[in-house]
Every structure is written in structure tokens, then in C-alpha cells.
């Protein structure tokens, strides 16, 4: 199994342009995270799906932050306009469940996010 | 939310046994014990979880004191990949959520 894939790596932009990140989780898991971590705050959870519905985007910093996920291989999170405070390291996870007794998240390798 | 203490850092020899201590006074009965690791530049990668019983996989161990108050992760043999912060978290069975907090940095000397 390839795991989280998440793209891209890196990612530079200027502040006010539209940044998309992706993920694509694994095959048959139900639940998707997105978390940022910065030095700061550490990792926050951002937003949590379930089957491809969102359940909590308590986390989600402003409105300027949307994500979806149209189906159960892919999901976006995009800022737009981007700001400089948006800078930080964005990471996927995913889960057969998200319950807690019998499973870890599987994260992905993160997309590390620069507004200039 | 029952929280958790670790100790800010700890180092360690290659090949050498680590134990990373996390205090949790306030777990309720129900809470499971959760570890994760993040190396540097990668995403954090699950270790091992349990609720009272100790518990073996082949990345670690877990010690659950018998009060639960506290835990330990033992890695029995220090490698130079394993350098990487260490997170204690509790869970309730239905909780969705990981909250992070700010780990244990392990220092591995070669």
C-alpha cells in the first residue's frame, strides 16, 4: 500500500493567490483528517470527513479555508486569498474508523505550505 | 479533556533501551492510551495504543501503571531512526479526535 499521498511537497506562493492541497487517503479507509502544524501551535486538527461527509470543521481557522472530498479516494483543502500566517506544514490522515480502540491514523508525508 | 505530561526531552545510546514516561492523573476509565512518533520532516506515524493491559508490537512496547495514571513506551533498542519526538495522547473509545501536544524530543547518540 502507497499510503497517504499527498501533494504537493512544497508549495511557494504569493499572498492573496489561491493555494489547493491534496490528498489522497488510503483504499477503504472511511475517515480523512487534515491537520496543520506550525512551531506555534503545534498540530491542529483542521477538519474531520466520515464517508466523504464533513463532521467537524470546528478547526478550520477562517473562511478563507475550504475543503472537500468528492469521493473516497480525494480531498482538497484550499485557501483562498492566502496569507503569510497561512505558512506551515498541512498534513492528510486517514483511518478504516475513527474510532479509537482499534486504530491508528496513517498520516501522509505533509505539504509543506510557504506564502510569501 | 484528561491531559497528559512528558517530559520535554531525553536522550539516549544506540542500541540502548528508551523510556518515555507520560503522566495522565486525570484519565477517565474509558480512555485509551495512544503513542505516535514524527521524525523529522515526515507526518506523525501511529506506535502502538492500549487501555489497561501492557501491550507488545514490533515497533514498541507500552507499560500501563495498574492505577492507569501513568504510562510508558519502551523502545528496546535504540536505533538512529528512531530520533524523532514521541506523543503520548488519550482517547475516549468514540473520540474522533488526536490532540497533540508537545511530545517527548528523543535525542539518539550513535
Known amino acids: 500500500d502507497a499510503g497517504v499521498i499527498q501533494s504537493p511537497r512544497h508549495e511557494v506562493t504569493e499572498m492573496g493567490q489561491e493555494v489547493t492541497l491534496r490528498c489522497k487517503p488510503i483504499?477503504?479507509?472511511?475517515?480523512l483528517f487534515w491537520y496543520r502544524q506550525t512551531m506555534m501551535r503545534g498540530l491542529e486538527l483542521l477538519i474531520y470527513?466520515?464517508?466523504?461527509?464533513?463532521?467537524?470543521d470546528s478547526g478550520m481557522p477562517e473562511d478563507r479555508f475550504s475543503a472537500k472530498m468528492p469521493n473516497a479516494s480525494f480531498s482538497t483543502l484550499k485557501i483562498q486569498p492566502s496569507e503569510p500566517r497561512d505558512s506551515a506544514v498541512y498534513f492528510c490522515?486517514?483511518?478504516?474508523?475513527?474510532?479509537?480502540?482499534?486504530?491508528?491514523?496513517?498520516f501522509g508525508s505533509g505539504t509543506r505550505l510557504t506564502v510569501v | 479533556d484528561a491531559k497528559t505530561t512528558q517530559p520535554n526531552s531525553m536522550e539516549s545510546n544506540e542500541e540502548e533501551p528508551v523510556h518515555l514516561p507520560c503522566n495522565h492523573s486525570?484519565?477517565?476509565?474509558?480512555?485509551?492510551i495512544h503513542w505516535y512518533r514524527q521524525l523529522p520532516s515526515q507526518g506523525p506515524e501511529y506506535v502502538i495504543h492500549?487501555?489497561?493491559s501492557n501491550v507488545n508490537n514490533r515497533m514498541a512496547s507500552l507499560a500501563i501503571a495498574e492505577d492507569r495514571k501513568s504510562s510508558t513506551l519502551i523502545l528496546h533498542r535504540a536505533t538512529l531512526r528512531d530520533a524523532a519526538v514521541y506523543y503520548c495522547?488519550?482517547?475516549?473509545?468514540?473520540?474522533?479526535?488526536?490532540?497533540f501536544g508537545a511530545g517527548t524530543t528523543v535525542t539518539v547518540r550513535a
Open positions: 470527513f466520515n464517508n466523504n461527509v464533513p463532521i467537524d
Open positions: 492500549g487501555l489497561t
Open positions: 486525570t484519565i477517565s476509565g474509558t480512555d485509551y
Open positions: 490522515a486517514s483511518s478504516p474508523t475513527p474510532r479509537a480502540f482499534n486504530y491508528g491514523y496513517t
Open positions: 495522547i488519550l482517547r475516549l473509545p468514540n473520540d474522533y479526535k488526536l490532540s
Open positions: 483504499s477503504g479507509h472511511n475517515s
